[in-house]
């Protein structure tokens, strides 16, 4: 194993974070923040509890599966697509390195930003409203594998474009209708019947309603399940990726 | 013949259905200098990338120093230094930290002593804290060289390393590159530019259409395909060759102020004595006397044609 590597590659890519700290950590805050006004404040004031939380509350754990989720998969998209597009892939591809150790720097490091950026929002979100997390343990659980496997899902995105276009098309057209319609902003119990069949495949319902229970012990399916749900989907991100590995896809011709 | 690259019946077939390699056998031995000559498209960086590990070979080997380059990728490329032809170097990254960076992925053994060295020797020194984006082309092509080398690899291979650089930049690099030679590093490098391997390759391969031509010692190349012409000048205008000459390898300038005769500079009998002695008996007043010699790029433009117009001379 060529730890040497895993290590510089990591570093790298977080170095690049750290020297855009301000912007890193800034854009997720105020983002956050401006969610909180809007929904929690003002909207939310209108709105009646759901199961018993108030509404500014309800939200938070779904705005931070948001924001990570978008975090993770532009991270590590961005990380390996950049090289890719100046050409200095060349020098991962000629050195005495695996495809996995590769693989462990880029995502290691999309998925240590998205998650340090979760935790930034947890704590913006309790200067807004009065955050209680009953099962701390679980939380942490479902933010680290949530942002191991969609880092997983950037990486993937990041091979296969070959434009800017199509690095952001995933995102905007997959991953922003996912979240909205996964029950970040309402439980999915509000949704007329049929619509809460369809809801219950889209993958991000179970995300946030995993980590919406670790806080609050209220969810829309069970917590087992949404677990063995990111399993399932960490599993088919590992699969795809190992597939490219024998391959060489879109990096090796 | 100690080799420490070894390639045998390369191929690679694109996935477009390009052929860009066709079954390339080639030993490149230890401590030489190796040009590899060839037009564009003739598969010079195909055949490199394949042995350096950024190419799937489509069939075939290479082992460097006894490693197969895809079972035993770690300990071939471990050998390997690669600088690209194209400039590609991220352009936020500071001199240091990209070359400490390339050597940190093959070893973490840290030798910052070893580095300074590197880009004292690349006159990177005082650039060393520079974006890269603040370099000029020349100074980014050390950049890629100091990478190369970070890791004080056996085998260097430069892909065109002096295509748009500046003269004294070229003489520099050419210095190195002997210096390399010197510390007992093999060097590959691919070219179009023939005085770059007239100058400073010990063995010249010519490639063209996927397929080394030709594989030769510099100096055998020259003296086996290299003609040599006595070009004599007339103080006055000849009209036609002498009647005496007709039959000897002898052409009259279009002006009529010159004979050129042809011989082989390797053969026993040149007929120069001969020519001189005929030409005495005509009535033709010489003005000037002069000798010269087919360059490599008259070797390589007669054996690229021919390449493409017929099969391959021979192989390696």
Redesign the interface.
Known sequence: M????I???YR?EMMRAI?TLFQTLASPVISTSLYFIVFGSAIGSRIQTIDGISYGLFIVPGLTMLTILTQSISNASFGIF??KF???I????????SFFEALIGYVGAAATKAFVIGCVILLTANLFVDLEIQHPIWMMTFLVLTCISFSLFGFIIGLWADSFEKLQIVPILVITPLVFLGGSFYSISMLPPFWQTVSLFNPVVYLVSGFRWSFFEVSDVNVWTSLSMIFVFLAICLTIVSLMFKT?YKL?? | MDSIISIKRLTKV??NGFQALKGVDLEIERGEILALLGPNGAGKTTLI?AV?????ATSGTVTVDGHDNVKH??????L?G?V?Q?L?????ETVW?TV???R?????KKNDAYLEQLLKDLSLWDKKDNQLRMLSGGMKRRVLIA?ALSHAPKVLFLDEPTAGVDVELRKDMWRMISKLRESGVTIILTTHYIEEAEDIADRIGVISGGEILLIEDKTELMQKLGKKQLIIELKEPANEVPASLVGLDVELSAAGTSLTYTYDAAADATGITKLLNLLSETQLQLKDLKTTQSSLEDIFVNLVQKGSKQKPLSEA
């Open positions: 060529n730890f040497s590597a290590k510089v590659i790298a020297n950049f090289p100046n050409g200095t060349y020098e991962i591809l000629i050195a005495p390195l060489g090796k011709d | 694109y996935d990338s350096a590990g950024i190419v799937s990728y770690r300990k071939a490329r471990q390997i690669l690209p194209e590609t170097l991220s352009s936020f930290n400490r960076f390339t940190g992925l093959y070893t973490g990478k």
